[in-house]
């Protein structure tokens, strides 16, 4: 069972940044693709961003220009660069391999975007 760490959250104000961290425990972790989601109480977890194996990457419109996703395969680890929040960016962070299939999900990091 392939485990995921999410962190590097934490309260910062409008226009701050944060840099999200997700560590995977699979060894074949450079073969897949992966993204970032985030969910708000009540609401469905939505994709925020995907990498692909070979390094395309891809944005919620949300976020475009914002935040930058990327890969450490030394490492298994994935980031999210999260640059000019808003408010609206309030969630909880996931990471996991982009839909449909998914391994099980971590705890997730929140990121709370208030003055």
């Known amino acids: 069972q392939v485990q995921l760490v999410e962190s590097g959250g934490g309260l910062v104000q409008p226009g701050g940044s944060l840099r999200l961290s997700c560590a995977a425990s699979?060894?074949?972790?450079?073969?897949?693709?992966m993204a970032w989601y985030r969910q708000t109480p009540g609401k469905q977890r939505n994709l925020v961003a995907t990498?692909?194996?070979?390094?395309?990457?891809s944005y919620t419109d949300s976020v475009k220009g914002r935040f930058t996703i990327s890969r450490d395969n030394a490492h298994n680890t994935i980031y999210l660069q999260m640059n000019g929040l808003k408010p609206e960016d309030t969630a909880v962070y996931y990471c996991?391999?982009?839909?449909?299939?998914?391994w099980g999900w971590g705890q997730g990091t929140q990121v709370t975007v208030s003055s």
């Open positions: 699979e060894s074949f972790f450079s073969t897949y693709d």
């Open positions: 990498i692909r194996a070979d390094g395309i990457t």
């Open positions: 996991n391999r982009p839909p449909p299939l998914y």
